[in-house]
């Protein structure tokens, strides 16, 4: 089967916006030679996340979609059940803070007393809940097109995004088919998937027929994220740690890795790909696509 990649960037629902000022900053400096230069750097914000009355942690974030983002730490987190009734959810731009209100009443207090104020990729979690969450998940068994993946991967790296404009910061795409939905950035690669989790509550979006594509290393933590999201399918860019393999055979989870141009491993789930794409038909990865600044 040969494979027509286009460089069609419609069908998006949510996409990045590089060009947002709030996003970036334009920094001076010099570079190897000496030489001034200005580049746009991402900027960081610090959000504290309310659940009722109860402060539950603060996160370094580059300050867009707060309300999904607040949302979906919450939900990954366990702290809001399923079916739980969210009335509402309140951002308070000059205090940089979240409420999300419910009917219920939280319970996380003493939990809570050694909780971590972090930023970047070393978002401070409750782990003991989320691995207690996983028990029972078991994921559903679906049938992955490797011509999905090599469509997905070129219409991704394709896009226009804050990693392509600036670097440091990890994206995370939802995706149906071979079609991207929604695509997050953030400087640590949870709060982007964090921030799909919270849209795909807020907007009542099934998770069982998707596909979650992320920039950043599949690690135990990324694995279970998208199993507690019910999401069946989660294939990166990047490597792989051994817990994340361990528990994505265990929930079932489909597990793809180092997706380059022609190139993937599949170490989780290689029995439910359907090769229906030669990846002969498949260019190599265009360097173009690569950050600005990065090496070939």
């Known amino acids: 089967m040969q494979l027509a990649l286009s460089d069609d960037l419609s069908g998006y ?41 109860q402060e539950i942690v603060t996160a370094m974030t580059i300050g ?13 987190q366990g702290m809001l059940a399923e079916g739980e009734v969210v009335r509402g959810v309140e951002y308070d731009e000059d205090l940089e803070t979240v409420v999300v209100r419910t009917d219920g009443q939280t319970t ?34 679906v049938q992955v097109r490797t011509s999905d993946l090599y469509a997905l991967a070129a219409k991704i790296n394709r896009t226009p995004s804050l990693y392509l404009e600036a670097g440091a910061i990890h994206g995370t795409v939802l995706c149906q088919g071979d079609r991207p939905l929604v695509y997050m950035e953030d400087v640590g690669r949870h709060n982007a998937v964090d921030k799909i989790a919270g849209w795909m509550l807020s907007e009542g979006v099934t998770a069982e027929d998707k596909l979650l594509y992320t920039t950043g290393r599949l690690t135990s933590e990324m694995v279970i994220k998208t199993a507690m999201m019910g999401i069946p399918v989660l294939a990166s860019r990047s490597g792989f740690t051994a817990w994340g393999v361990e528990i994505a055979r265990q929930v079932g989870l489909t597990l793809i890795g180092r997706m380059r141009g022609k190139r993937f491993v599949c170490l989780s789930g290689e029995e439910r790909l359907l090769r229906d794409a030669d990846p002969e038909a498949v260019g190599d990865e265009d360097h173009k696509y690569r950050r600005k600044g990065a090496p070939a």
């Not at 001076?28 to 960081?44: K, L, N």
């Not at 867009?64 to 990954?76: E, I, K, T, V, W």
């Open 13 to 53: 629902l949510i996409a990045p916006d590089p060009e947002a000022p709030r996003l970036t900053r334009a920094v001076e400096g010099v570079d190897h030679a000496g030489q001034p230069m200005r580049i746009s750097v991402v900027e960081e914000r610090p959000l504290t996340i309310f659940l009722n009355g």
């Open 108 to 141: 996380y207090e003493e939990k809570l007393k050694k909780k971590t104020r972090t930023s970047g990729c070393a978002v401070g979690t409750v782990f003991g809940d989320m691995m207690e969450g996983l028990e029972g998940v078991r994921l559903p068994q």
């Open 64 to 76: 867009d979609y707060p309300q999904y983002l607040a949302l979906g730490f919450l939900r990954n």
